[in-house]
């Protein structure tokens, strides 16, 4: 990967995660504003190399592997209103000072608590089963909700969610805010901790990101949480605050 290739990511990166409805064409020319000479045919491949998608048909690194399972979303008018209802799980692109990593978590919908992470340096599934692996020894939700990635439609994906009797839910197509709780992770992870420490190796992001997700689950504020954090809702300690409960909305939704 070149010097120019890497610092170009490392710009998409800051954009998607300002404006991730912006698509190539329009982060090639926030790039040309910057000084940047560049088309959005290179912007389009840099960011399949990067796994992103905007709010349009998803391409590249976001289309599923042939012959992989395929499910419908189930979070549509879901009144979400309880911890291990709901879980989610995305990838992201985390940059280095020379080169990049990919991190996948698995977040409880619900209460904004991080369950597991992994990092790698390629987009084959294992780091995503890995995670899925450690967060199903803490728990068990009754949906568990993806895009439509080759990592998460692979049969050793889907059987491992089934083989718990654990319903699986998919993002439509080009809806990348059908899992907006995760969306919003990230956010939290690049501004308060990626862009900060400009970490130099895998060792660096890897030990920055777990005490970054100790302070994010037992130490962050929520506001949406009534000023507790995720590991006080997660875990059902008592408050007399309230909880912003995610709408992405049926009564029935929270019964047995």
Not at 167 to 180: H, Y
Not at 220 to 229: A, D, K, V, W
Request: aromatic fraction near 12%.
């Amino acid at each position: 990967m070149s010097p120019l290739n890497l610092e170009l990511m490392r710009a998409i990166d800051e954009i998607y995660t300002r404006m991730p409805f912006y698509g190539s064409p329009r982060i090639a020319a926030t790039l040309k504003q910057m000084g940047y000479a560049i088309n959005h045919k290179r912007v389009e491949r840099l960011m399949g190399i990067m796994g992103l998608q905007a709010v349009q048909p998803k391409r590249n690194l976001s289309r599923s592997t042939e012959g992989g399972k395929r499910y419908p979303y189930l979070l549509r008018d879901l009144d979400i209103c309880e911890p291990e209802q709901v879980w989610a799980s995305d990838i992201t692109y985390i940059r280095l000072r020379s080169g990049f990593v990919y991190l996948v978590a698995v977040m409880d919908w619900f209460s904004r608590y991080v369950l597991s992470w992994r990092l790698s340096t390629s987009m084959e599934y294992h780091f995503c089963l890995e995670a899925l692996q450690e967060a199903l020894q803490k728990g068990k939700p009754r949906i568990f909700n993806t895009d439509q990635g080759p990592q998460f439609t692979c049969e050793a994906f889907t059987d491992r969610l089934e083989a718990e009797g654990i319903r699986i839910s998919m993002d439509g197509r080009g809806r990348a805010m059908d899992n907006i709780m995760i969306e919003r992770l990230w956010r939290s992870v690049k501004y308060e901790e990626v862009y900060l420490k400009d970490y130099e190796s895998v060792a660096d992001a890897r030990s920055g990101l777990r005490q970054y997700f100790r302070f994010y689950n037992g130490e962050r504020l929520h506001q949406s949480l009534g000023y507790r954090t995720p590991e006080a809702i997660h875990y059902r300690r008592s408050s007399s605050l309230p909880v912003e409960r995610p709408r992405v909305s049926s009564p029935s939704a929270c019964k047995p």
